[in-house]
């Protein structure tokens, strides 16, 4: 064993480096899989955001590409009459993109102009009217609206704070109109009231009944002794209408709705929970006043029937529905101010049911130590939070990324409309770290790295895990690590291209306080020695003494490296397999119960003794030796994937307009050919899920994608249907 390669194994062990060994303080790396993404201004990408102000709009919030995509397909004509329109609104999104990234902040229109602006102070003269045209004409057509953001350490609360205000000012649109209506009729009573008293029949209040241009036209004294004979004697009883002023007086105090409500939006959970709890007894009596309201408005109210119910009409009282009536709470917080005091409000809040939604914002998806004090951080357990809270199996609960929230929309818009309470956990990079990536990148880079990967639970979608807990939005969600095609030039400037995981390992380069985990290799090693982070994890105890564990990496000059990490990383990275195959037991890949219940199944299955089976070749008929000749036959030019009646997914590869759209998705399954048009090249390099989605992302509608090839997959009958109109193909 060579010196080098003995040093290297010992700084595994122990973390400690030798005096020649290199570390990572000399330069700056950063994961090889992210290395081409580093520059995002290069990129047409999920951001910045835009949330929308159109408050009846399904989404919250959508993509400054979505929009631009949108708006192109809508104005720009097919082929090279659209080209230079196309090619000027691009340059405007890219200006945008550039604004938002160096700090510009406005809404959509502002962004707008200011981009417009810079575009045309530096067109030349030839230039300047034809993009002023383009310009223009996007400028009409575009129909969104609202406030761009980026991805940093604010997105989460802001983006979530606009959808739960969108979503309460929808959800109190029917109690405002209730609450209206009441006060109206009940106003209308008591005024009806008045009028048969003869006070209403004095001659002042008589003049006050008349318009100004008439009130010389009457004697109202002559008037008051005419009407007041015929004043009516059927008046309100007296307790009726003490009743009704009551009612009448609590819609209207009331401080739930209005200009001067209550503030349903916090940093705290005991402060919200103290709110909620101080506000539930006149929460009972606006309630009781409503009911009492309606009866009384239909003449239905008997004191006999209902003074006993409602003189103990209490909060206990108050059902599910009535809850419904009055706005949810928001609750944002990050794991740097969380304490066991949050800990235990949220378990509360959780087992109560109360309508009370948090956002937990999580930096240290990792769970790393502290410099000073070597104590754990927060985030090693305000990040199970999330997995915790599942088990009482009463609360909605979304894990996601910050990179992802706007693809979740979905899911964020059933917990916000779930009745009891919404944990969303979001892990969202550190204001204060100098990272080496962009935080998008970083945010995605924790997700596809299993280190916090996505999933939601919502137990109002069924009985059972198989409908309420989703892990669907995660890359290859049946495998350990997802994969990816790494191209490099190897010491002797041959091109090389390898399929490597993406680990928690690869994700720690993206968080310098764990620089000293790692050190570089540098050399050449005994073949086998070196081994890749997801394949030691594979490794037999027996196997693994003498290798070490690495990861590729790119430095700053973009010269590829190989860095060995420590055990406590490789402890860290286990600690997430291990979190992950929970994970997919939950959402039904790799569950254990199911592979012993199946092989206990087959072992019952009595096996007779029976003879070997004897081939017999017949004669081929002529029809199937016509079948065998043309199978035989040379091919002809290939155009793509064939259509199979055989469930297999294919494309229309000559159809294909070049739109990445597919291959974005999952380079794995899908790729180019020499023209530039899209094949299928794996089937098997990525979900069901991918192939639906793929399909219904394609401009042309060309992508047909069969049957499900794993029959294990969750929620394929929902898949199978969505594929129906995309699974025939030109005749």
Same mark, same amino acid.
């Given at each position: ?126 230039? /300047? ?40 000012? %929808? %959800? ?72 009704? %002023? ?16 209550? /503030? ?207 892990? /669907? ?259």
């Amino acid at each position: 064993m060579s010196v080098e390669l003995q040093d290297l194994i010992n700084f595994h062990l122990t973390g400690q480096r030798c005096a020649a060994a290199t570390g990572l303080s000399e330069t700056r790396f950063c994961p090889a899989l992210l290395a081409p993404y580093r520059n995002l201004s290069e990129l047409r990408y999920d951001f910045p955001l835009v949330l929308l102000d159109d408050e009846d709009s399904p989404a919250f919030a959508d993509t400054l590409t979505g929009i631009i995509n949108r708006l192109l397909r809508d104005i720009a004509p097919q082929g090279n009459a659209g080209e230079q329109l196309r090619r000027h609104i691009l340059r405007l999104e890219g200006r945008i993109r550039e604004l938002v990234e160096n700090g510009a902040q406005g809404s959509l229109g502002e962004l707008w102009q200011a981009a417009e602006k810079s575009l045309k102070a530096e067109a030349g003269k030839a230039e /300047r009217e034809p993009l002023g045209d383009s310009l223009n004409t996007a400028r009409f057509a575009l129909q969104s609206s609202g406030v761009v953001v980026r991805c940093d350490d604010r997105l989460p609360e802001r983006a979530l704070t606009h959808a739960w205000q969108r979503h309460e000012h %929808r %959800r109190a649109r029917g109690t405002l109109a209730r609450l209206s209506t009441l006060t109206i009729r009940l106003r209308n009573m008591l005024r009806v009231d008045d009028l048969k008293t003869s006070n209403s029949r004095t001659p002042s209040e008589l003049k006050k009944t008349v318009g100004k241009h008439f009130k010389d036209a009457f004697d109202f004294e002559l008037m008051a002794d005419v009407l007041g004979d015929s004043t009516p004697r059927n008046h309100l009883p007296a307790e009726r209408r003490a009743r009704i %002023r009551e009612v009448l007086g609590m819609l209207e105090k009331q401080r739930f709705f209005g200009e001067d409500a209550y /503030r349903f939006l916090f940093d705290s959970l005991p402060t919200a929970l103290k709110a909620y709890t101080d506000r539930l007894p006149e929460m009972a009596e606006v309630v009781k006043a409503m009911s009492i309201a309606e009866l009384e408005c239909d003449n239905a109210y008997s004191p006999e029937k209902h003074d006993n119910y409602f003189e103990r009409f209490g909060p206990d009282a108050l059902a599910p529905e009535d809850l419904a009536l009055f706005p949810t709470y928001l609750v944002t917080l990050h794991e740097d101010d969380c304490s066991t005091l949050d800990t235990a409000k949220l378990m509360e809040i959780v087992s109560c049911d109360l309508p009370i939604k948090v956002l937990l914002q999580v930096s240290d998806a990792l769970g790393t130590r502290k410099p000073s004090n070597l104590e754990l951080h927060a985030g090693s357990y305000v990040q199970q939070l999330a997995h915790t809270l599942m088990a009482p199996g009463s609360a909605f609960v979304l894990q996601t990324t910050a990179a992802y929230l706007a693809r979740h929309q979905g899911q964020i818009a059933q917990g916000l409309e779930y009745e009891g309470a919404a944990i969303f956990s979001v892990f969202v990079p550190s204001a204060n770290d100098e990272q080496c990536l962009p935080d998008y990148l970083v945010a995605a880079a924790a997700l596809e790295a299993r280190v916090f990967p996505a999933f939601s639970y919502d137990p109002a979608k069924g009985a059972g895990l198989i409908d309420r807990f989703d892990i /669907r939005h995660n890359p290859e969600s049946g495998n350990d690590w997802p994969s990816r095609e790494l191209c490099y030039e190897d010491s002797e400037l041959q091109s090389v291209r390898e399929d490597i995981a993406f680990t928690p390992a690869d994700f720690a380069l993206t968080c310098n306080e764990l620089s000293q985990h790692f050190t570089v290799a540098a050399g050449d090693f005994d073949a086998g020695k070196l081994v890749p982070v997801a394949d030691f994890l594979a490794l037999a105890a027996g196997e693994a003494f003498d290798k070490v564990p690495f990861v590729f990496a790119v430095d700053e000059d973009n010269r590829l490296v190989r860095l060995v990490i420590d055990e406590y990383l490789v402890r860290r990275v286990r600690r997430s397999l291990e979190r992950w195959h929970a994970l997919q037991e939950l959402g039904g890949e790799h569950n254990s119960y199911a592979a012993a219940a199946r092989a206990e199944a087959q072992a019952k299955i009595p096996v007779t003794d029976m003879p070997p089976i004897q081939e017999v070749r017949e004669e081929p008929e002529a029809d199937e030796m016509e079948a065998e000749a043309e199978a035989e036959a040379p091919p002809d030019e290939p155009a793509g994937d064939a259509p199979a009646d055989d469930g297999e997914p294919y494309i229309e590869t000559p159809r294909c307009t070049t739109c990445d759209e597919c291959t974005n998705r999952n380079d794995r399954m899908f790729a180019y050919d020499d023209n530039k048009q899209a094949y299928i090249k794996d089937p098997d390099a990525g979900t069901y899920r991918d192939l639906v989605e793929a399909a219904e992302l394609c401009q042309v509608s060309i992508i047909h994608p069969g049957m499900p090839r794993n029959p294990a997959e969750s929620g394929l009958a929902e898949l199978v249907e969505r594929a129906k109109p995309f699974q025939v193909g030109p005749d």
